[in-house]
């Protein structure tokens, strides 16, 4: 959904980049200080009923989640480490995110329809997580599983959105339920991965073994 806009960006943060590299501004500082500052609005803002605040920090930098990559590219230090560093930080911040919004939910018991909020907040944590593991988890058996309905960052500002706007008068229930579809979403990409995964590592033949290390479980 954001692929469009994300190219918009890209080409908007170039500029900005290469300001940063002349400032001798590494791409992993950027990766990293996106990350705590995202990690702390989401956890320090949420919970305390600061959420149109804390929806307009971390959609901000949701935004210059890609700032990061163009500095890598520019700067010809593309590679599996900051591949890796960013994926990691991602599932910080982006827990931080629907933590933050599960806490809303515990801390504002007054709410008819809170345990519904509180629930899907959560699945929308776990879940959350599982979709970039499936892929991970993929490719390390040399199999690939790019499907999903949603990418990360649609995720995140579907989810930011509504529940930003709770403060200025928005139905709880409208932010429930936007939660609510994006935990079946991630569920429904989950199967869908799982189900890629499975056909490619299928034996192509009667006897055939599949790969080791898809019947070896994890390794950690």
């Known amino acids: 959904m954001l692929r469009g806009l994300r190219s918009f960006m890209t080409r908007l943060f170039t500029?900005?980049?290469?300001?940063l590299l002349a400032l001798r501004v590494?791409?992993?500082?950027?990766t990293v200080a996106g990350t705590v500052i995202v990690t702390v609005a989401a956890l320090a803002l949420f919970p305390t009923g600061h959420t149109l605040a804390g929806g307009l920090v971390v959609g901000f930098f949701v935004l210059f989640d890609s700032l990061d990559g163009v500095m890598a590219r520019l700067s010809g230090r593309s590679g599996?480490?900051?591949?890796?560093?960013?994926?990691?930080?991602?599932?910080?911040?982006?827990?931080?995110v629907f933590a933050g919004i599960t806490l809303w939910f515990v801390l504002h018991p007054d709410e008819a329809t809170g345990l519904w909020g509180t629930t899907a907040a959560l699945a929308c944590l776990v879940l959350g997580s599982v979709v970039p593991y499936a892929r991970a988890r993929a490719e390390g058996v040399g199999a690939t599983a790019q499907v999903g309905i949603a990418e990360r960052a649609d995720r995140l500002v579907l989810a930011l959105v509504p529940y930003a706007f709770v403060?200025?008068?928005?139905?709880?229930?409208?932010l429930e339920v936007v939660l609510t579809?994006?935990?079946?979403?991630?569920?429904?990409?989950?199967?869908?991965?799982?189900?890629?995964?499975?056909?490619?590592?299928?034996?192509?033949?009667?006897?055939?073994?599949?790969?080791?290390?898809?019947?070896?479980?994890?390794?950690s």
């Open 26 to 30: 590494s791409p992993d500082a950027v």
């Open 15 to 19: 500029p900005l980049a290469r300001l």
């Open 80 to 96: 599996p480490w900051g591949a890796f560093l960013d994926s990691t930080l991602d599932r910080i911040s982006d827990g931080a």
């Open 181 to 219: 579809l994006l935990a079946l979403a991630s569920l429904v990409t989950v199967l869908q991965r799982m189900a890629t995964v499975r056909r490619q590592l299928a034996p192509s033949a009667p006897g055939t073994q599949e790969p080791a290390a898809a019947a070896g479980g994890e390794a």
């Open 167 to 174: 403060e200025v008068g928005l139905p709880v229930v409208v």
